[in-house]
């Protein structure tokens, strides 16, 4: 990954902000240890922290145009970017190196904001247009790539991270209550907000255009805008072409000029990417998982059987009590509050794996996409009860919540669910996920919260996005 940062002023003689946007870069270097750059003129200032990934000699950033029009600093990958090139030179645009970036370069300067649509890859990008003193910022359809914003008065910044907008002294560091409620519900903050007031995250699959010092958000993808016609297969032809796909996205993650590996929990969503993996290589693929002493959490068994399937080159790391030692450098890089706990072993695992190879690629999303989280059957098994008990008997089976919590037959873990489902019998559809994704729940809220502090909340809901 890289790191992308930079300063904008509507005005063409205010002060340019090179210094800041270099110091903004430089907060930025773990994002991208391969080398850093800025670029400065007439009120603007681009920085950029580079790893190397596709032409590691020609790909420097910020990277501009050839009238130095167009200036780009680009954070993610392009799969499609040779094809994109071929389209550019035929409407004759000329390159000068051999990497993604500068095809954003050129597709800007011909689409503007209307760029984006035509990408296929993660990333966030920021261009900007020197004659119409416009500046683009845009991020992929899922939000691989994170983007922070904030504007004020004829002035924008950006970041890759919180903690490198901040290095930007004019930010403001006032707290968001309607944050802390989100991360006390939720365990995150959910974009466009951050912890911040007035500070923003740039959604998924959104770009955002500055010009004459106002900023306009829009929306250029959603799921299912592409291809929503009805599958009208059979099941043998709907895993085929499940197949294919998965094949094809893999594929297209491949492309690199540095060496590639993969992160292998043993489960069905990494093993399926390891698999497709190994049969599109022709040497063994690394693979890299993380362990841990406590034989309950402990999946290393089911990564070495996967490992030894597919006859991979294969590593392993295990996770010890002092892993509570990295977590001051966990809240530097999230910079605002966090609380999946799952962020400490990938913290090791990515840094066990970057000494073996510079990308890897994982099955991050599986459960979302396949609905692997038990809260789905859960909320689907609730749903046949209401059809055939009446709500009454749901109220009353909801009434033995409190013994699920305390049965001694089941794991925490499953007592904690078996709770979360009675209680959410009586309840709606939506009531019933909100439980399931809640991590305090609305009461357990309200209780902790001072008077003051909720009547600030303002009837905030953290679970309206939904």
Not at 19 to 45: F, I
Not at 313 to 323: I, K, Q, T
Not at 408 to 413: I, K, M, N, T
Request: hydrophobic share 45%; net charge neutral; charged share 25%.
């Amino acid at each position: 990954m890289c790191g992308i940062a930079g300063v904008i002023r509507a005005e063409a003689s205010a002060p340019c902000e090179e210094a800041l946007a270099r110091r903004m870069a430089c907060a930025l270097s773990h994002r991208g240890p391969d080398g850093q750059g800025a670029w400065a003129e007439a009120g603007a200032a681009l920085g950029h922290a580079r790893l190397s990934i596709i032409d590691l000699a020609g790909g420097a950033q910020p990277m501009g145009s050839e009238d130095g029009r167009i200036q780009v600093v680009f954070n993610g990958e392009i799969y499609n970017f040779r094809e994109l090139r071929s389209e550019l030179e035929s409407r004759g645009h000329k390159f000068r190196t051999g990497s993604d970036t500068e095809v954003i370069v050129h597709l800007v300067e011909e689409k503007g904001p209307d760029a984006v649509e035509s990408l296929d890859g993660m990333f966030a990008f920021a261009a900007w247009d020197a004659r119409s003193r416009r500046l683009v910022l845009a991020r992929d359809r899922l939000g691989k790539k994170p983007l922070y914003w904030h504007a004020s008065v004829g002035r924008i910044a950006f970041a890759s991270e919180l903690s490198a907008l901040l290095v930007d002294p004019s930010i403001p560091r006032r707290l968001r209550p309607g944050a802390v409620d989100d991360f006390l519900a939720l365990q995150y903050v959910p974009a466009p907000g951050t912890i911040l007031e007035g500070v923003f995250k740039l959604p998924p699959a959104s770009v955002l255009t500055w010009e004459g010092g106002e900023a306009s958000v829009r929306r250029y993808w959603a799921p299912g805008a592409e291809g929503t016609a009805a599958f009208a297969g059979g099941y043998a032809e709907a895993k085929a072409r499940l197949r294919g796909l998965v094949e094809a996205a893999v594929q297209k993650r491949l492309i690199s000029d540095v060496p590639l590996g993969a992160f292998l929990s043993g489960g069905i969503d990494s093993t399926l990417v390891v698999g497709t993996m190994a049969a599109l290589s022709k040497d063994p693929v690394k693979t890299f998982s993380i362990g841990f002493e406590e034989s309950g959490f402990d999946e290393r068994a089911y990564a070495r059987e996967a490992a030894a399937a597919f006859k991979t080159d294969h590593r392993e790391f295990v996770v010890r009590a002092e892993a509570a030692d990295v977590l001051p450098t966990l809240v530097r890089r999230y910079g605002e509050p966090f609380g999946d706990s799952s962020a400490i072993p990938t913290y090791y695992l990515s840094k066990m794996t970057r000494e073996h190879v510079t990308v890897a690629l994982s099955g991050d999303g599986g459960d979302e996409a396949f609905f692997g989280y038990e809260r789905y059957p859960a909320v689907r098994l609730a749903a046949s009860l209401d059809r055939v008990l009446p709500r009454f008997v749901r109220r009353a089976l909801s009434a033995l919540s409190g013994l699920a919590a305390r049965a001694p037959f089941l794991s925490a873990v499953r007592r904690a669910h078996a709770r979360r489902f009675l209680e959410g019998l009586p309840l709606s559809p939506l009531e019933r996920y909100r439980r399931w994704i809640s991590i305090w729940r609305d009461e357990e809220r309200t209780a902790l919260y001072a008077p003051a502090f909720q009547e600030s909340l303002a009837g905030h809901d953290p679970v309206a996005y939904i």
